[in-house]
């Protein structure tokens, strides 16, 4: 069995070396310009002055969010509101043309800022409509974010897993994204420490996404210059399978280069074992009571056409050790989807989107499936 600790004994040593408080900069203000890229919605404006008031001398609220209406066709397989690319080829989702439309990816949050004596003192609440089953007409609510954040350094509660490559994750108008790269939202706490205006430590204690009695643990290191970034995450943790404790480790690369004005190249890598649970395609963290070794990378390019026009091209693999085995019985070893998108931009915060997605799902027994699937979306962000 491999254990895959690259990236991650580093953890206590980190966890100790950033007990010291150091100005920082606007960490919140970055987090919310990198969820704004996994929504595909980089041209929000989330200053707009009309949605912040003040409710006291101290304490600011602003509201935001966005209405977004999809509609997609799938070709081969049903895949519902987004794309499950585990799905392909499962004689229980297969279709000879499927429409849909959805309005769950909508959302609305609430933040504050408060000027303490320790400090700005901030707070988020954010909901959107995934909750439940996919229906369409009406959604339930769901939670996405609810934290607070002391200074820029310190955050409490629920937001982005710390191990999740946020900076370099591909932008599509497909709510899921490429299959390849983690995505999760985790209760946590949550240090974070700059050294300087490029280099950022982070590291966390975070709630398992899967079934555990234990923590897990945390940490990275981003780099940020003008033209070029890159990020290194590590992830150590244990998982209960059947009664028995099995461990989870994993490490995590990510970067991007802008080589023209308007272009970047980005891609991520991650390797570990039980992680099925935090990666789109959702392998099985273990079979037969054993962990279940992972690997997946993500490979994207986009350039803008102008100021209103961006496009964008990329690819997603993730691969299994074991074989996972869906409800309906289906099962994979592994997963691909490729992408082609367009944004579009008339004016200050409505984005038009067109997406074209190709998914691949290869089983126990090596047959390949694949599916072809269109979509189409409108988002009014404030």
Do not use: C
Request: charged share 20%.
């Amino acid at each position: 069995m491999r254990r895959y600790i690259t990236g991650t004994v580093a953890i206590p040593a980190l966890l100790a070396g950033m007990v010291g408080t150091a100005a920082a900069q606007d960490n919140q203000t970055r987090f919310e310009q990198l969820e704004a890229r996994v929504a595909g919605l980089e041209a929000q404006d989330a200053e707009s002055s009309r949605l912040k008031f003040n409710v006291t001398a101290n304490t600011e609220i602003q509201i935001y969010g966005f209405a977004r209406f999809e509609a997609f066709y799938d070709f081969d397989t049903d895949q519902g509101d987004l794309t499950r690319t585990s799905r392909i080829g499962d004689p229980a989702f297969d279709t000879d043309g499927e429409f849909g439309t959805s309005v769950r990816v909508s959302r609305l949050g609430v933040r504050s800022k408060t000027q303490t004596d320790i400090g700005e003192i901030g707070t988020q609440l954010e909901f959107d409509l995934f909750s439940g089953s996919d229906e369409t007409t009406s959604p339930n609510l769901r939670l996405r974010h609810a934290n607070v954040t002391i200074g820029d350094a310190w955050l409490f509660g629920q937001f982005w897993t710390n191990f999740m490559p946020l900076q370099h994750y591909p932008r599509t108008a497909d709510f899921n994204g490429p299959v390849g790269i983690t995505f999760a939202r985790v209760p946590q706490i949550r240090y974070t420490h700059s050294v300087s205006d490029e280099l950022t430590f982070s590291a966390s204690i975070e709630e398992s996404v899967g079934d555990s009695s234990d923590p897990v643990l945390t940490a990275a290191a981003s780099y940020q210059a003008e033209k070029y970034s890159a990020r290194i995450a590590g992830l150590v943790g244990t998982f209960d399978a059947g009664g028995v404790e099995l461990d989870t480790n994993a490490v995590t690369i990510s970067g991007a280069v802008t080589p023209w004005q308007g272009g970047e190249f980005a891609a991520t890598y991650v390797t570990g074992q039980g992680i099925g649970n935090l990666l789109i395609g959702g392998g099985a963290q273990s079979v037969g009571g054993v962990e279940n070794d992972a690997t997946g990378f993500t490979l994207a390019f986009t350039q803008s056409v102008s100021d209103k026009l961006s496009l964008g091209v990329g690819y997603g693999n993730e691969s299994y050790d074991l074989v996972t085995t869906t409800g309906t019985g289906a099962t994979f070893t592994d997963l691909e989807t490729v992408y082609l998108n367009a944004f579009y931009t008339p004016v200050d915060n409505l984005t038009i989107a067109a997406e074209y997605i190709r998914g691949e799902r290869t089983d126990a027994a090596g047959a390949t499936f694949d599916a072809d699937r269109i979509g189409a979306s409108i988002t009014f962000a404030f």
